[in-house]
T-cell receptor, first 115, second 115 residues
Framework: GAGVSQSPSNKVTEKGKDVELRCDPI?????LYWYRQSLGQGLEFLIY????????KSGLPSDRFSAERTGGSVSTLTIQRTQQEDSAVYLC?????????????FGNGTRLTVT | AQKVTQAQTEISVVEKEDVTLDCVYE???????LFWYKQPPSGELVFLIR??????QNEISGRYSWNFQKSTSSFNFTITASQVVDSAVYFC????????????FGGGTRLMVKP
């Protein structure tokens, strides 16, 4: 079956520009997560959506970062006025339910390079 | 607060050697889940195993085995008779009630299996 799909796979942008990253979760998965992975580093939690509940934005590093999830499915992560330190791989994941034991299914990520 | 530590940043072995990847975690919760994920060079994180805090039985799946010890807050992963295809970055992760539904990842261990 189709896995988590992210687009674009690669994005190069100039410092100061806005970017939008898209995530299509697995059909039927109610929970959606965004993580960031900097070069050679672990995964940093950004934001979490569960159904129609208010998202958990506790991991967003600054107010330049925002995300939305439309219709409980597709999600868009937006970074405004990009900075070089935003360069990373942005990973989206979905899970069947919100519980602690539910494994995450990850997409291949969007590699963002800010020049 | 919860934390996962993978002290080994990089391990190199020769094919057919056994290798153990260490994971130490911290949480104040009594109910929590531990996970291992594999990130091959292609980049997509793949779920390997989940273990809940009440189940300390070790698990074996083919050449993979996991040793969960609450007394030392460790959840180590052993690959027996390693193969070149095992080369990847391996992440240990923790979810617990106090952290909501956020999965906290360790920094990862890069395993290189040489022929």
């Amino acid at each position: 079956g189709a896995g988590v799909s992210q687009s674009p796979s690669n994005k190069v942008t100039e410092k100061g520009k806005d970017v939008e990253l898209r995530c299509d979760p697995i059909s039927g998965h109610t929970a959606l997560y965004w993580y960031r992975q900097s070069l050679g580093q672990g995964l940093e939690f950004l934001i979490y959506f569960q159904g129609n509940s208010a998202p958990d934005k506790s991991g967003l590093p600054s107010d330049r970062f925002s995300a939305e999830r439309t219709g409980g499915s597709v999600s868009t992560l937006t970074i405004q006025r990009t900075q070089q330190e935003d360069s990373a791989v942005y990973l989206c994941a979905s899970s069947l339910r919100q519980y602690l034991d539910s494994p995450l299914h990850f997409g291949n990520g969007t590699r963002l390079t800010v020049t | 607060a919860q934390k996962v530590t993978q002290a080994q940043t990089e391990i190199s072995v020769v094919e057919k050697e056994d290798v153990t990847l260490d994971c130490v975690y911290e949480t104040r919760d009594t109910t929590y889940y531990l996970f291992w994920y594999k990130q091959p060079p292609s980049g997509e994180l793949v779920f390997l195993i989940r273990r809940n805090s009440f189940d300390e039985q070790n698990e074996i799946s083919g050449r993979y085995s996991w040793n969960f010890q609450k007394s030392t807050s460790s959840f180590n992963f052993t690959i027996t008779a390693s193969q070149v295809v095992d080369s990847a970055v391996y992440f240990c992760a923790l979810s617990s009630g106090n952290a909501g539904n956020m999965l906290t990842f360790g920094g990862g261990t890069r395993l290189m299996v040489k022929p």
